[in-house]
């Protein structure tokens, strides 16, 4: 089954700064990868996501890239904010036609210090 | 707010116990998932239902059982609980049962003492 793996799993940076964050998938049939932000004690949120026919995807601070060869994917948040603060999880999903099967990676808690 | 209700918000019971968490999806949407979240830990896959029919299955005790019912809304069982059972259980709607965003609910959590 599909393995997804997250680095790095703490992330700290200075208020402004930019911060990146990393996937790599396993299975190949993989074509739908979003990444969700939980504050502490809420529920997950999408915030951005990219199919496997697009390799960069853009929305105001947050950009994802997809490199479908290498099979990882990357989360860019510029100019941070300390409201960034949260846990970010990646996923995959394959989406075939018997369902559809999200895998998470493990997350990576982003501190954004002010 | 996601639209998507999950009942009881916190559920404390005993080993051995069984129990029942509840969720009803957005309005509009067919699928349904269940994730469950340890302490600092990832969201596990449980199980997918499409329009009452199971469509994927993730890392589901055989002590952990699931449902969707005519009108859509799901009930998570767990039976013969174990401490270790002791987590956050999301569940989550789309409207497609592939490649769609998800939208969680707040979470049941649960404690087994």
């Known amino acids: 089954g599909e393995n997804v793996e997250q680095h790095p799993s703490t992330l700290s940076v200075q208020e402004g700064d930019s911060a990146v964050i990393k996937c790599t998938y396993s299975d190949s049939a993989s074509n739908y990868f979003p990444w969700y932000k939980q504050e502490l004690g809420k529920r997950p949120q999408l915030i951005i996501d990219?199919?496997?026919?697009?390799g960069e995807k853009k929305d105001q601070r947050i950009a994802v890239t997809l490199n479908k060869t290498a099979k990882h994917f990357s989360l860019h948040i510029t100019e941070t904010q300390p409201e960034d603060s949260a846990v970010y999880f990646c996923a995959a999903s394959s989406g075939e036609h018997y369902g559809q099967n999200f895998v998470f990676g493990p997350g990576t808690r982003l501190s954004v210090l002010p | 707010d996601s639209g998507v209700t999950q009942t009881p918000k916190h559920l404390i019971t005993a080993t051995g116990q069984r129990v029942t968490l509840r969720c009803s999806p957005r309005s509009g949407d067919l699928s349904v998932y269940w994730y469950q979240q340890s302490l600092d830990q990832g969201l596990q896959f449980l199980i997918q239902y499409y329009n009452g029919e199971e469509r994927a299955k993730g890392n589901i005790l055989e002590r952990f059982s699931a449902q969707q019912f005519p009108d859509l809304h799901s009930e998570l069982n767990l039976s013969s609980l174990e401490l270790g059972d002791s987590a956050l259980y999301f569940c989550?709607?789309?409207?497609?049962?592939?490649?769609?965003?998800?939208?969680f609910g707040s979470g049941t959590q649960l404690s087994v003492l």
């Open positions: 989550a709607s789309s409207v497609t049962p592939t490649n769609e965003k998800l939208f």
């Open positions: 990219i199919r496997s026919n697009v």
